[in-house]
Each structure stands twice: as C-alpha cells, then as structure tokens.
C-alpha cells in the first residue's frame, strides 16, 4: 500500500515535468494590423490565436477598445500604439493621464496590456515637431504609468527603421545617424535602461536583398558574409541586422539594453517581376525567423541570446496602399487560414509535445512495473 502511494507521487511529478515541457514551447509575436474591410471580429480572432495557435504576443498600431476586450481573459500579452500624430500633446502629462484613463485602465487587469509604443518609426518621418517631441513623449507617458502605479506591468518603448543607421555592413561598423545619435537616441537608451524597457526595431531582410542575396535574406544554405574586422561569420541577414544595432548601441554605452524585434516578414504574394515573393519563400522565412530567435542561438555579436520577436503580420490587408506585396504580408486570410504553411499552429505543437508525453508515459509505465515487482 505505501509502496504504491511512492509511486503515485513520482507518476505525479512526473506529470508536472510533461506539463512543465509543454509550456515550455517559446512563442512568438504578431502585428494586428487592421487596414483592411474583410477581417474577422476581433473576439473570434482573439479566440483562434489563444486557442489554435502559438502566438502569444500581439501588437496594435493603435489602441482599438473592441480589439483590447476581446484579448481580455486570453493570457495573450498585447502591446498597444499612441499614433504618431498625438506624440506632441503626450507631453502634457494631463493628457498623457487621459489617455492612460481611456485606453489602458478599462481594460486591466483582464487584458495582459505589456507596453505602449510611442508612434512607429517616428525618426524616418523625417517631422522635426514628433522627432523633438518623441523623447518626452514617452518620459511623460511613462511619468503616468508611474502615477498609477503601473510602470512595473507596462513597460513604454517606441519601434525604429533600420532607417536609423548610417552604417551597418558589415555588423561591427553599425552606428547612428548623426545629430539623431547623442539628441534623440542617445537620451531614449537612457530612459529605456532606466525604465527597464527593451530598445525595439523593425528589421526586413526582404527589403535589403536582391536576386544574389536571397538564399541569405531567408537563412538559406548560403557562404554568408564574413565581418573583416570582428573575424565573424553570418549566415544570414538578420543577424547582421541585428547585430549593426547592437553595435550602434555599443558606441553609445548601451549595449546591454535587450532589443525586441517589432517587425519582420515576408510577403506571399507580388508583382510577378519580384524576385522571391512566393507562398514557399515566405514560409521558409517565417519558419526560419521562429525557430531561429527562440533557438537560444543568439547572434555572432549577442550570442545565447532570444528576441521578443512580432510576424508583419497576422491577415493579407487588402485597403494598404502601394504595390501588391504591400497587401499580402499575411500569415492568414481573412477567413483565418493559413495563407502558407508556417510552424505556428498548435497541431504542430501538440506533434513534439505527444511524443514528449509518449516518452515519459513508457518511463512511467517501466517504473510502475518496476516498482510493482519490488
Ligand atoms: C495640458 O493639457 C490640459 C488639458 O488639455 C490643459 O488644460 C493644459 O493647459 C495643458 N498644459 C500645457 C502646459 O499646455
Ligand atoms: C553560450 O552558450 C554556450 C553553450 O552553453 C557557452 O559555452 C557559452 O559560454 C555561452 N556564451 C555566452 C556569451 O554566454
């Protein structure tokens, strides 16, 4: 009888430890983007994403209340977006109250609100009012969180272009635009490190290759690019993208800031002229880019390290302007399936953790026999 009682409490944990491997599986981030007139209702894609797939993490480019309820009670983490037309009055730190009142408060605790993005891509607008207002813009909006005591739950960061460098082949020369360097990037690392909040960028491999850098832009077998200076070698583009940030920082005393990946994808569809934009080639990127940030791999110049990484993007948006490409980022259609076949959905989860389970089930089952014979 005891016996038997032992035994149960190692079946039990080892139970656990099964549950503990399946939880385990990393997930990844995906950009809500809406500009489109045939999406779904924002509670049934809440519910596909938390119930059928392993995103879980999702961006919004604004701060859509039907779309903050219907992520209530999902575990998702949800980042939300100030337009970049509103950075100037955020200043004021009785607006930036206000809009922590309107767009924040009625939602928590249900919804897993993580971060508020101050505009996207503000320093590539080229608009001296939002690039001299962007800094203070997210001090004052961080000011409010603290108010109400919400800074340690939510964290405020803003998302860059590449646009940013003026330099980055190879990855070790990466540097800052000058002027924007010590004005405005420079005071907003120190604010991120201060606040504990990650420096966040929107790196596109598609939009920086050509027919002759494909198969390295989508972490294809390739010769890769050799940085002369730091004797490194990288396989692919993302990494040197990644890594020409990382040495910008450097320069400037901030390289321990971690970086989040606010955007990265692949179109499935093109103009037919386009080199590489096919359903299979973005698959291939896509699942590469998954299973390469969560790896633990790291980088050459970051190496162990895993990025918060957010897909551009969740539909195929047929309202976005410009060409074809641009409409068809999509992991899914409309209809919610998938536009190409990429390791995301939880069937392809359930796959690895069964034979997980499978393994341990036999261990189990040995154990018990071994124990009934004792
Ligand atoms: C800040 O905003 C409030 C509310 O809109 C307004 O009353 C106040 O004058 C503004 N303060 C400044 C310094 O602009
Ligand atoms: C990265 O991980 C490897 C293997 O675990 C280890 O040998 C190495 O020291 C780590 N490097 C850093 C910089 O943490």
Known sequence: MEKKT???????????????????VQGIGVNYGTVANNLPPPAQVAKFLSHSTI????????????????????????????????????????VAQQWIKTNVQPFIPATNLIRILVGNEVLSTANKLLISNLVPAMQTLHAALVTNSLDKKIKVSTPHSLGILSNSSPPSSGKFRQ???????????????????PFMVNPYPFFGCTSNTLDYALFRANSGVFDENTKLQYPN?????????????????????????????????GDPAQVGVDPKSASEYNGNL???????????LMPNRTFDTYIFAMFNENLKPGPI?????????????????VPIMRN???????????ALLSIMVVLSFI????
């Not at 409409?327 to 076949?341: I, S, V």
């Not at 392809?348 to 499978?358: S, Y």
């Not at 124990?371 to 004792?374: F, I, K, Q, S, V």
């Open 290 to 300: 998954i299973r390469h940030v969560t790896s633990g791999a790291g980088t050459p």
């Open 371 to 374: 124990g009934a014979l004792a």
């Open 237 to 269: 583009m993302l990494d040197a993208q990644l890594d020409a940030v990382y040495s910008a920082m450097k320069i400037l005393g901030f390289e321990d800031i971690e970086i989040v990946i606010a955007e990265t994808g692949w179109p499935s569809v």
């Open 348 to 358: 392809n989860v359930a796959g690895i953790a069964n034979n997980c389970c499978k």
């Open 179 to 197: 002027g924007y360097d010590t004005h405005v990037i420079k005071p907003m690392l120190n604010f991120l490190k201060d606040s504990n909040a």
């Open 6 to 24: 032992v035994v149960t409490v190692f079946d039990v944990s080892l139970v656990l430890l099964a549950i503990t491997i399946i939880q385990g």
């Open 325 to 341: 490409c641009e409409r068809n980022f999509g992991l899914f259609w409309p209809n919610m399936t998938p536009a190409y076949d």
């Open 55 to 94: 995103i879980k993490r999702v961006r919004l480019f604004d701060a859509n209340p039907e779309i903050l309820h219907a992520f209530g009670n999902t575990g998702i983490e949800v980042t939300i977006t100030v337009p970049n037309d509103q950075i100037p009055h955020i200043t004021n730190i009785t």
